[in-house]
């Protein structure tokens, strides 16, 4: 069964930016199938995601469609007071529904909803009935927990509503009206979640994070207004708790709380409702990167004339890019792709298309937008990390750093490289452990070779990153100046992606930089389902939140995008190891 979890709070509580990485660090920790519901709509599993904004495998409830598009007009008519809660409703209404339907589609043991038809409805009504900011607004008793009380029973159990409640708020005397169109239309306006988590931070904090977002301020985004807002959601909640006497409530006071913070408040709050819930084991995989399907030959014929990626993917997408797909085939490093996926060897062609897309079906190969957007990486990499590199060295120390998975280290190589051209003994003072699977058995020999000619140390160890057993030998080097954690985001699992970042804070130094990447969902990511590839995809923000919570400065990390905004490249510096910022193990 289900939990359904409700986020609720104030604008500028941060509702949205806790729902999806909650979903994904849920996920990661407890090892559910989670889905979020709010900003976008998102179903992911501990190894693989499953729906994702641009990916949608499996198809996209008409609800959900609908419920993003009364989204969009709502935020148009924010200002108004009488247009903006028809169209916020019918959203709610909506999100709720699709919440519902994806939950039994996916068997999802989480779902976390921005808001809730009903609770956000009577959180807000005063606010557009008798707002605190406006002094011409009648001047009404505030309803109080008997009143929500009494509305609640309207709804769910058909009772009348009283007089005194369509006195003191007339805009909760539309609810039977509301309930009777929402019915008719076929959903429950009294449907409630089984958990809420109230988000709660003063007017005073919720402005001061609204405006520091530099866009639009709404009408009803103001002191007086959210002030107004949390009153009546604290007592919502009170008649929540009255309503449903099972109900879990968790009141967050997140005033003063880094959002990694919040969220890990969150994820404990949680813990114990969720401990009797479906655990789902890891499947078994393939080397990251690839996929158990076979790709070579025939098999390859018989993905691309599937019906499934015909309809839903090729032709929908083959102006994004997806006429490229079914050439691979014809190119060298597309055949080398089907048969080994994405190896060192492969990256090595993107890395260096000036050299290798030589020939017309290459040059298409190369021109793969999730290939393009892997080449930009590697520049933003070379442009980002030797600054980096000069400006220790020529303090005049030496400086440690560890890059895992490591592949050929372009990413590193390159910038030392360069600087070796302009002083040749400052990259002497470089010391580097670097790890990679290395399934081919083609990177530590080539890496050795350039590493022993420009000069400096370098250990290559051929293991799995995510054993413990083999990070052991990684921590008499440390602690290192530099982390490079590139290209494998998107094909680790989340536990394990959890695992290694908070190892990579507890092994950095605390002036040290963390240096990684994610994936957004594209077009590329259906053919990759279809494909049988398993992966994450991260937004820049949700990523950001996911280094918070692991004991980096998440909120300050630099974000910098390649140009078809696919992949982006994060560099974080790590938060105190204290008792506040250290991530307790899932």
């Known amino acids: 069964m289900t939990l359904h979890v409700c986020l609720l709070g104030t604008d500028g509580s941060g509702k949205t930016t806790l729902a999806a990485p909650l979903s994904v660090v849920l996920a990661a920790e407890m090892r559910f199938c989670v889905g979020s519901a709010g900003e976008a709509f998102t179903v992911v599993g501990p190894d693989e995601d499953l729906l994702a904004p641009n990916f949608h495998p499996d198809g996209f409830p008409l609800s959900a469609r609908v419920s993003e598009w009364f989204k969009g007009l709502a935020k148009k008519a924010a200002n108004n007071r009488t247009i903006y809660p028809a169209f916020k409703l019918a959203h709610m209404a ?3 529904r699709a919440a519902r339907k994806l939950a039994d589609r996916y068997k999802v043991d989480v779902m976390v909803s921005e808001g809730n038809t009903l609770l956000s409805a009577m959180g807000r009504a005063a606010n557009y009935s008798c707002p605190a900011s406006d002094p011409a607004s009648p001047i009404r008793p505030a309803p109080d927990v008997k009143d929500l009380d009494a509305v609640f029973a309207h709804l769910i159990d058909g009772q009348p509503l009283p007089e005194r409640v369509r006195a003191k708020a007339p805009v909760l005397g539309w609810a039977s009206l509301i309930g009777r169109l929402c019915r008719f239309a076929g959903f429950d306006p009294g449907w409630l979640p089984d958990a809420v988590i109230f988000l709660d931070v003063s007017p005073e904090t919720a402005l001061l994070r609204i405006t520091s977002r530099h866009g639009k301020i709404d009408r009803h985004e103001n002191v007086a207004d959210l002030a107004q807002a949390r009153s009546m959601y604290v007592k919502t909640l009170e008649a929540y708790r009255r309503c449903r006497g099972s109900a ?57 004339l599937d019906r499934r990626y015909l309809f839903r993917h090729l032709l929908p997408m083959w102006f994004r890019g997806a006429w490229r797909e079914p050439m691979f085939v014809f190119s060298k490093a597309g055949r080398l792709l089907l048969n080994e996926g994405y190896s060192a060897r492969v990256m090595r062609v993107i890395y260096e298309r000036e050299k290798s897309a030589r020939g017309f079906w290459d040059r298409i190969f190369v021109g793969y937008p999730l290939h393009r957007a892997v080449y930009d990486r590697l520049q933003i990499l070379r442009r980002r990390i030797q600054p980096e590199l000069e400006s220790r060295l020529r303090g005049g120390r030496s400086i440690r750093v560890f890059t895992a998975p490591s592949g050929f280290a372009d990413d590193l190589f390159q910038p030392l490289e360069s600087m070796a051209s302009g002083a040749a003994s400052l990259v002497h003072g470089v010391d580097v452990t670097a790890v990679d699977l290395d399934p081919q058995g083609t990177v530590a020999e080539e890496t050795a070779r350039r590493a022993a000619k420009l000069g400096f140390r370098f250990r290559f160890v051929r293991a799995d990153l995510t054993s413990e057993d083999v990070r052991v030998g990684f921590e008499k080097d440390g602690p290192y100046d530099i982390a490079l954690f590139v290209g494998l985001s998107s094909w680790l699992p989340k536990p394990e992606t959890l695992s290694h970042l908070r190892w990579l804070r507890e092994h950095l130094r605390e002036d040290g930089l963390l240096v990684t990447d994610c994936f957004t969902a594209g077009a590329y990511a259906l053919a990759g389902c279809y494909a049988g590839y398993k992966a994450q995809y991260y937004s820049p923000g949700s990523y950001r939140m996911l280094l918070d919570y692991c004991g980096f400065d998440g909120l300050g990390a630099m974000v910098e995008s390649g140009a078809d905004r696919i992949n982006h ?15 307790a193990p899932g």
Request: a positive charge; charged letters at 20%; glycine letters at 10%.
């Open 94 to 96: 909506l999100q709720d």
């Open 248 to 304: 879990k409530v968790l009141h967050i006071a997140a005033q003063n709380l880094a959002p990694g913070e919040t969220l890990r408040a969150a994820i404990e709050g949680l813990r114990p409702w969720t401990a009797a819930g479906r655990r789902r084991s890891l499947s078994s995989s393939p080397v990251l990167g690839t996929t158990n399907a076979q790709l070579a030959g025939s098999g390859f014929w018989k993905r691309v």
């Open 569 to 583: 490249v994060l560099i974080a510096s790590p938060r105190p190891l204290n008792g506040r910022a250290r991530c």
